[in-house]
Each structure stands twice: as structure tokens, then as C-alpha cells.
């Protein structure tokens, strides 16, 4: 079975700066990996994504992930923070099978300090 | 154009009430998907449809029943309503091969 873990479920950092969120995944079979994000009162909308091909992924709004196999990682980064970067960031991977369908981490809260 | 619609966006009711939520996807997806996020914004599969047939029950509580009346809509009606009920739940639907996964707005059960 697939899981995901995000370390860290709250994260702080100052506008401009770099912002890193931690996923960790468990995965028998070659994961496809996504990043969502939930804005307050809001849907999940993708950021990004991982099925085959290159390593390095670049979604929207700037940010970006890479797939490390070896370390079974795909952490989130972003060079710059701003502000209305703010909001519950999920990591998740995609089951394998016939039944498809995504697991979640716990979510990380992302606060952009002035 | 909504991609995946939900209605409503905010229940609120009583204990032991049943209630509905519906929920349209017009992207042409086989499969849709309820989906629970609690109180911690933890995210938990409920149920999976393809095609209007049942693919993914998870362990939930037979007071939550599914009902899938084409492939664009997929239902969820809750009886008996319980106060750990009260959660968001987030509709989402997927293509075959399942690339990725867009979410509904939600609805914000509150039972009281």
C-alpha cells in the first residue's frame, strides 16, 4: 500500500524567502506524486505533478519539486515566498491497481511572515 | 465553466437528520470520488465510482450511501446524521489512466 508523509505541519518563513515542504512516500510500484494546495474555505487545486520522465517538476504560481527516488522524496520548493503563498499544502501519491485513487498526507500549514 | 460543482457549499442540521450532497463534473471523467477531510485537514477516500459502478468502499459507516444516476454525477446521502459527521467533504473526479484528480469547492457539513 501507498502512504505519504509531510514532516513538519507547520511552516513559517519570511516573504522572499525559500520555501521547502518535506514529502516522503512508501510506494511498491513506481509512484505518480502530486502536490496540492488548499486555499482557507477553498478546494484542492494541483500545483504540480510526477508520473514519468523528468525528475525535476514545475507547476504553478512558481513552484517546483523534484522526485528522488533514492530518497523516496518529492519535497516542494519555491525560490521566493510571497504572501499569498500562504495556505495547507498536501502531498500525495497515487495508488496502484485497478480501484486508482489518491493518498494524502497530513497536510503542512505554510505561513508567509511580513 | 465549474469543473466539478458541489452543492451545497455549507450544511448545517440537526442530529439525526438525513441529508444530501450533490455533485457534477462536466470534464467527461469515468470516475468520481468522495472524499473526507476532517477537523485536522486530514484526507481520507470514502468512496470511488467508474462508470456509475462502485470500485472503492472504504470503511465507513452504512449511513453513508453513494449514488452514482450517470458518470457526471455522483451523490453522497448521509442518514442519521451524527455530530463526528461534521467534517468538509470534497467531491473530485479523474480520467482513465488517472493523471491527476480535480477537487470540488466542498461542503462544510456542521451537525448540531
Known amino acids: 500500500a501507498q502512504s505519504v508523509t509531510q514532516l513538519g505541519s507547520h511552516v513559517s518563513v519570511s516573504e522572499g524567502a525559500l520555501v521547502l515542504l518535506r514529502c516522503n512516500y512508501s510506494s511498491s510500484v513506481p509512484p505518480y506524486l502530486f502536490w496540492y494546495v488548499q486555499y482557507p474555505n477553498q478546494g484542492l487545486q494541483l500545483l504540480l505533478k510526477y508520473t514519468t520522465g523528468a525528475t525535476l517538476v514545475k507547476g504553478i504560481n512558481g513552484f517546483e519539486a523534484e522526485f528522488k527516488k533514492s530518497e523516496t522524496s518529492f519535497h516542494l520548493t519555491k525560490p521566493s515566498a510571497h504572501m499569498s503563498d500562504a495556505a495547507e499544502y498536501f502531498c500525495a501519491v497515487r495508488s496502484s491497481g485497478s480501484a486508482r485513487q489518491l493518498t494524502f498526507g497530513s497536510g503542512t500549514q505554510l505561513t508567509v511572515l511580513p | 465553466d465549474t469543473a466539478v460543482s458541489q452543492t451545497p457549499k455549507y450544511l448545517v442540521t440537526q ?16 470516475t468520481m470520488y468522495w472524499y473526507k477531510q476532517d477537523s485536522k485537514k486530514f484526507l481520507k477516500i470514502m468512496f470511488s465510482y467508474n462508470n456509475k459502478e462502485l470500485i472503492i468502499n472504504e470503511t465507513v459507516p452504512n449511513r453513508f450511501s453513494p449514488k452514482s444516476p450517470d458518470k457526471a454525477h455522483l451523490n453522497l446521502h448521509i442518514n442519521s446524521l451524527e455530530l463526528g459527521d461534521s467534517a468538509v467533504y470534497f467531491c473530485a473526479s479523474s480520467q482513465p489512466g488517472f493523471t491527476e484528480a480535480f477537487f470540488g469547492q466542498g461542503t462544510r457539513l456542521t451537525v448540531v
Open chain 2, 15 to 30: 442530529m439525526g437528520n438525513d441529508k444530501s450532497i450533490k455533485c457534477e463534473q462536466n470534464l467527461g471523467h469515468d
